[in-house]
């Protein structure tokens, strides 16, 4: 029985949830025109979720179905209720236009003659618009949409232009982020090109245009004003900028946020930290611990907010004093606010920032982990949802979140090589720590790192998280094989200019010499580890990633395509000879150490080597078990989900272009 068949007779029946569900169903199904139209009514008609509704007649009218008839219906039923707001907002900026000094043309059109209604479709600024003289909907638009979706700032050598920008969210980064004229010294307005002056006007229902103009640093020219630009502003207003010096950058002033996300250990973090280490328009630093920033951070904030005078405020850190004096003063200092201080009171992070730059620098940071750990856990309806600790600390940290522009990349290393290179790190690592132990150090061993390494799936992107509204996947090998494409690419998504500091790896400024991988030498992309990883455990990371191999472009080098079985699994399992020597050499001096008591006293030598070989075998034995329940729950399909049961995406790759390629792509 088809959907629609079965909604048919649960809206005869009267059950009208359960009616809107089989008729959402039925949408999906593709019917007739006739039978579309019935299932958007009855779901709009029933209380169902509008949007289905609205969507449903949008198509038919588009496709020529129905018009008559949706046309009136969505203009009842969406448009006219918001009409007085749209309308108001028209005529407010318009009034604000006509009085504007920037603006050159002031003969804005009737509303009820503009080439575009704006039928709202959500709460969050969404609307769906209708071209009159085409007679046709335009796609979903969402003026406050988080993204900035091209290269404003791609060359700074003049003022920034950019055509037809109808974007709020786009519209306050352009003014937020450009510096005043004032403060650079020299003309640095904003030229906002719009090639029709009647959709331009039609865009005004939608935007607000009050926070914009304040500042009077954007410049409106319409058609074949764009002539004008560059305005030599000392001639045509007798404002000389010259006069004024260049200002030091503000805590404030830096309100965009680039997060170089550490997918996990070894991938490559420091490669891309170090080409972008010297870029004039970035405050930058190399990868710090997450915990350590925190820490500075809320000793800051409990210091401002307990220090009775300026004077008092200045002896918490050694930062220059008009940073200090700024946060003092701030009345509302965020986490963010202290943040930004910190950075831009690092001379390693300075150093190499132009002062007098048009832009104001976005913030270049990449928290670090020592580790990052996913752990599954399938809910109510059977959905794999995926948690990690350090990413729900990023998550809700107020440093993240009081960003208003967030750019995110993160860079990607075939998982094998990286799983190697991380096994091999952690080795050497629990060895130094054990060395160090007997001197009063701290214990550490290697971690079962094959299913952590299969688990951690971030890159795949929580559609709901403002974080990744933003983002863009890079990979490591990319980026040694085809630098210039892959960095041109790289600093357009991040909105910076390709600059000659991206060409070389640096540190502080300072040229990079180590004995190991120096700039862009390409050896490490075809390092195997084959010390740190057999081939049980490539075939079964490739298995378990294969939909990341595919999506990211990644032969498969053990993989062979076949299906999997738990017997298989657990006899690749069974094969972890490598990954379970390096963990359990580390185990076994951890429980070497460890004393046995019984009754208060040290028990004999025998009976105590005893009772560690026992309990370190158990323990190891342990993680045999945890990795046969994760694959039944992995064989089930490689489906994930959010917390709120929304399906999480593969974080987009970055596109470089061809003409730039210097080798061909790694695969």
Same mark, same amino acid.
């Given at each position: ?8 007779? /649960? ?20 019917? $007739?025109?006739?039978?579309? =139209? ?16 609205? %969507?449903?007649?949008?198509? =038919? ?43 050159? *043309? ?6 009820? $003659? ?20 085409? $007679? ?49 010294? @020299? ?30 640093? +954007? ?16 001639? #045509? ?9 260049? *200002? ?65 405020? +200045? ?14 003063? /701030? ?45 599954? @856990?399938? &809910? ?81 992107? &929580? ?17 040694? +094989? ?5 960095? %041109? ?5 991040? &909105?910076?200019?390709? %600059?000659?500091?991206?060409? @070389? ?54 993989? &062979? ?87 999480? #995406? ?5 596109? +470089? ?11």
């Amino acid at each position: 029985m088809k959907a629609i068949e079965i909604a048919r007779k /649960l809206a005869e029946l009267g059950q009208s949830k359960e009616a809107c569900r089989a008729y959402t169903l039925s949408l999906q199904e593709e019917g $007739e025109p006739a039978e579309r =139209l019935e299932a958007g009514a009855y779901i709009l008609q029933a209380g169902g979720d509008y949007r289905i509704s609205y %969507t449903c007649f949008r198509d =038919l009218y588009n496709q020529g179905h129905f018009r008559e008839e949706v046309l009136p219906l969505m203009t009842q039923v969406f448009y006219e209720p918001n009409v007085k707001l749209l309308k108001s907002r028209y005529e407010r900026n318009c009034k604000l236009l006509s009085r504007y000094p920037y603006l050159f *043309r002031k003969d804005f059109v009737p509303f009820e $003659e503009l080439p575009i209604r704006f039928f709202p479709y959500d709460d969050h600024n969404g609307y769906i618009p209708f071209y009159v003289g085409e $007679e046709r909907f335009g796609a979903f638009i969402n003026f406050r949409n988080p993204v900035i979706s091209r290269n404003f700032f791609r060359d700074l050598d003049k003022p920034i232009l950019a055509e037809d920008v109808f974007s709020q969210y786009e519209l306050e980064y352009l003014n937020d982020n450009v510096r005043r004229s004032e403060d650079i010294g @020299r003309e640095n307005h904003v030229y906002l090109h719009y090639t029709d002056w009647c959709v331009f006007c039609a865009h005004l229902q939608c935007l607000s245009l009050r926070p914009l103009l304040e500042s009077k640093k +954007l410049v409106f020219l319409i058609g074949e004003e764009i002539a004008q630009y560059p305005i030599d502003f000392k001639e #045509r207003f007798g404002l000389d900028y010259s006069q004024y010096s260049v *200002r030091p950058i503000s805590v404030r002033e830096v309100n965009r946020l680039i997060w170089h996300t550490q997918l996990s250990t070894h991938n490559g973090g420091d490669f891309f930290n170090e080409v972008f280490d010297a870029h004039p328009n970035l405050v930058c630093l190399p990868s710090l611990m997450m915990s350590n920033i925190v820490d500075v951070v809320g000793k800051v904030r409990k210091g401002l907010r307990e220090a009775q005078s300026l004077r008092e405020a +200045l002896q918490i850190e050694d930062w220059p004093r008009y940073i200090v004096e700024e946060l003092y003063h /701030l009345k509302e200092c965020t986490d963010k606010d202290i943040m930004v201080g910190l950075f831009l009171s690092m001379k390693e992070a300075v150093c190499c920032m132009d002062p007098s730059a048009r832009i104001a620098p976005a913030l270049f940071f990449q928290p670090h982990f020592f580790n990052i750990v996913y752990s599954l @856990r399938v &809910d109510a309806s059977n959905r794999t949802v995926l948690e990690a600790e350090h990413y729900e600390e990023i998550r809700r940290s107020p440093i993240f979140r009081n960003f208003k522009y967030i750019k995110t990349f993160t860079p990607m290393r075939r998982f094998t090589t990286s799983h190697g290179a991380t096994v091999k790190f952690m080795y050497y690592s629990a060895s130094i720590a054990q060395d160090e132990d007997k001197k009063g150090g701290s214990k550490t061993v290697v971690s079962d790192a094959v299913m952590e390494r299969i688990l951690n799936r971030s890159f795949m992107i &929580d559609p709901e998280d403002r974080l990744y509204k933003d983002s863009v996947l890079v990979r490591f090998e990319d980026g040694k +094989l085809n630098p210039k494409a892959t960095f %041109t690419a790289l600093a357009a998504f991040l &909105d910076l200019p390709y %600059t000659e500091s991206m060409t @070389r790896c640096t540190e502080a400024g300072k040229e990079l010499y180590t004995s190991s991988s120096v700039g862009f030498d390409a050896e490490p992309v075809y390092r195997t580890y084959s010390d740190y990883v057999n081939e049980s455990e490539r075939y079964f990371i490739e298995y378990f990633l294969r939909d990341a191999y595919e999506y990211y472009g990644y032969d498969f080098l053990s993989y &062979d395509g076949a299906e999997m079985s738990l017997e298989k699994a657990e006899k690749l399992i069974a094969g972890f000879t490598t990954i379970n020597y390096y963990m359990k050499e580390t185990w076994i001096k951890l429980f070497r150490d460890a004393e046995a008591y019984q009754n208060g006293e040290r028990v004999n030598t025998e009976l105590e080597e005893a009772l560690q070989k026992s309990l370190r075998d158990n323990y190891l034995r342990e993680f045999d078990v945890n990795r046969v329940e994760n694959v039944k729950i992995l064989l089930e399909g490689l489906r994930f989900v959010n917390k709120n049961g929304q399906p999480l #995406r593969m974080m987009p790759k970055l596109k +470089l272009d061809p003409a730039l390629l210097e080798q061909p792509l790694y695969r």
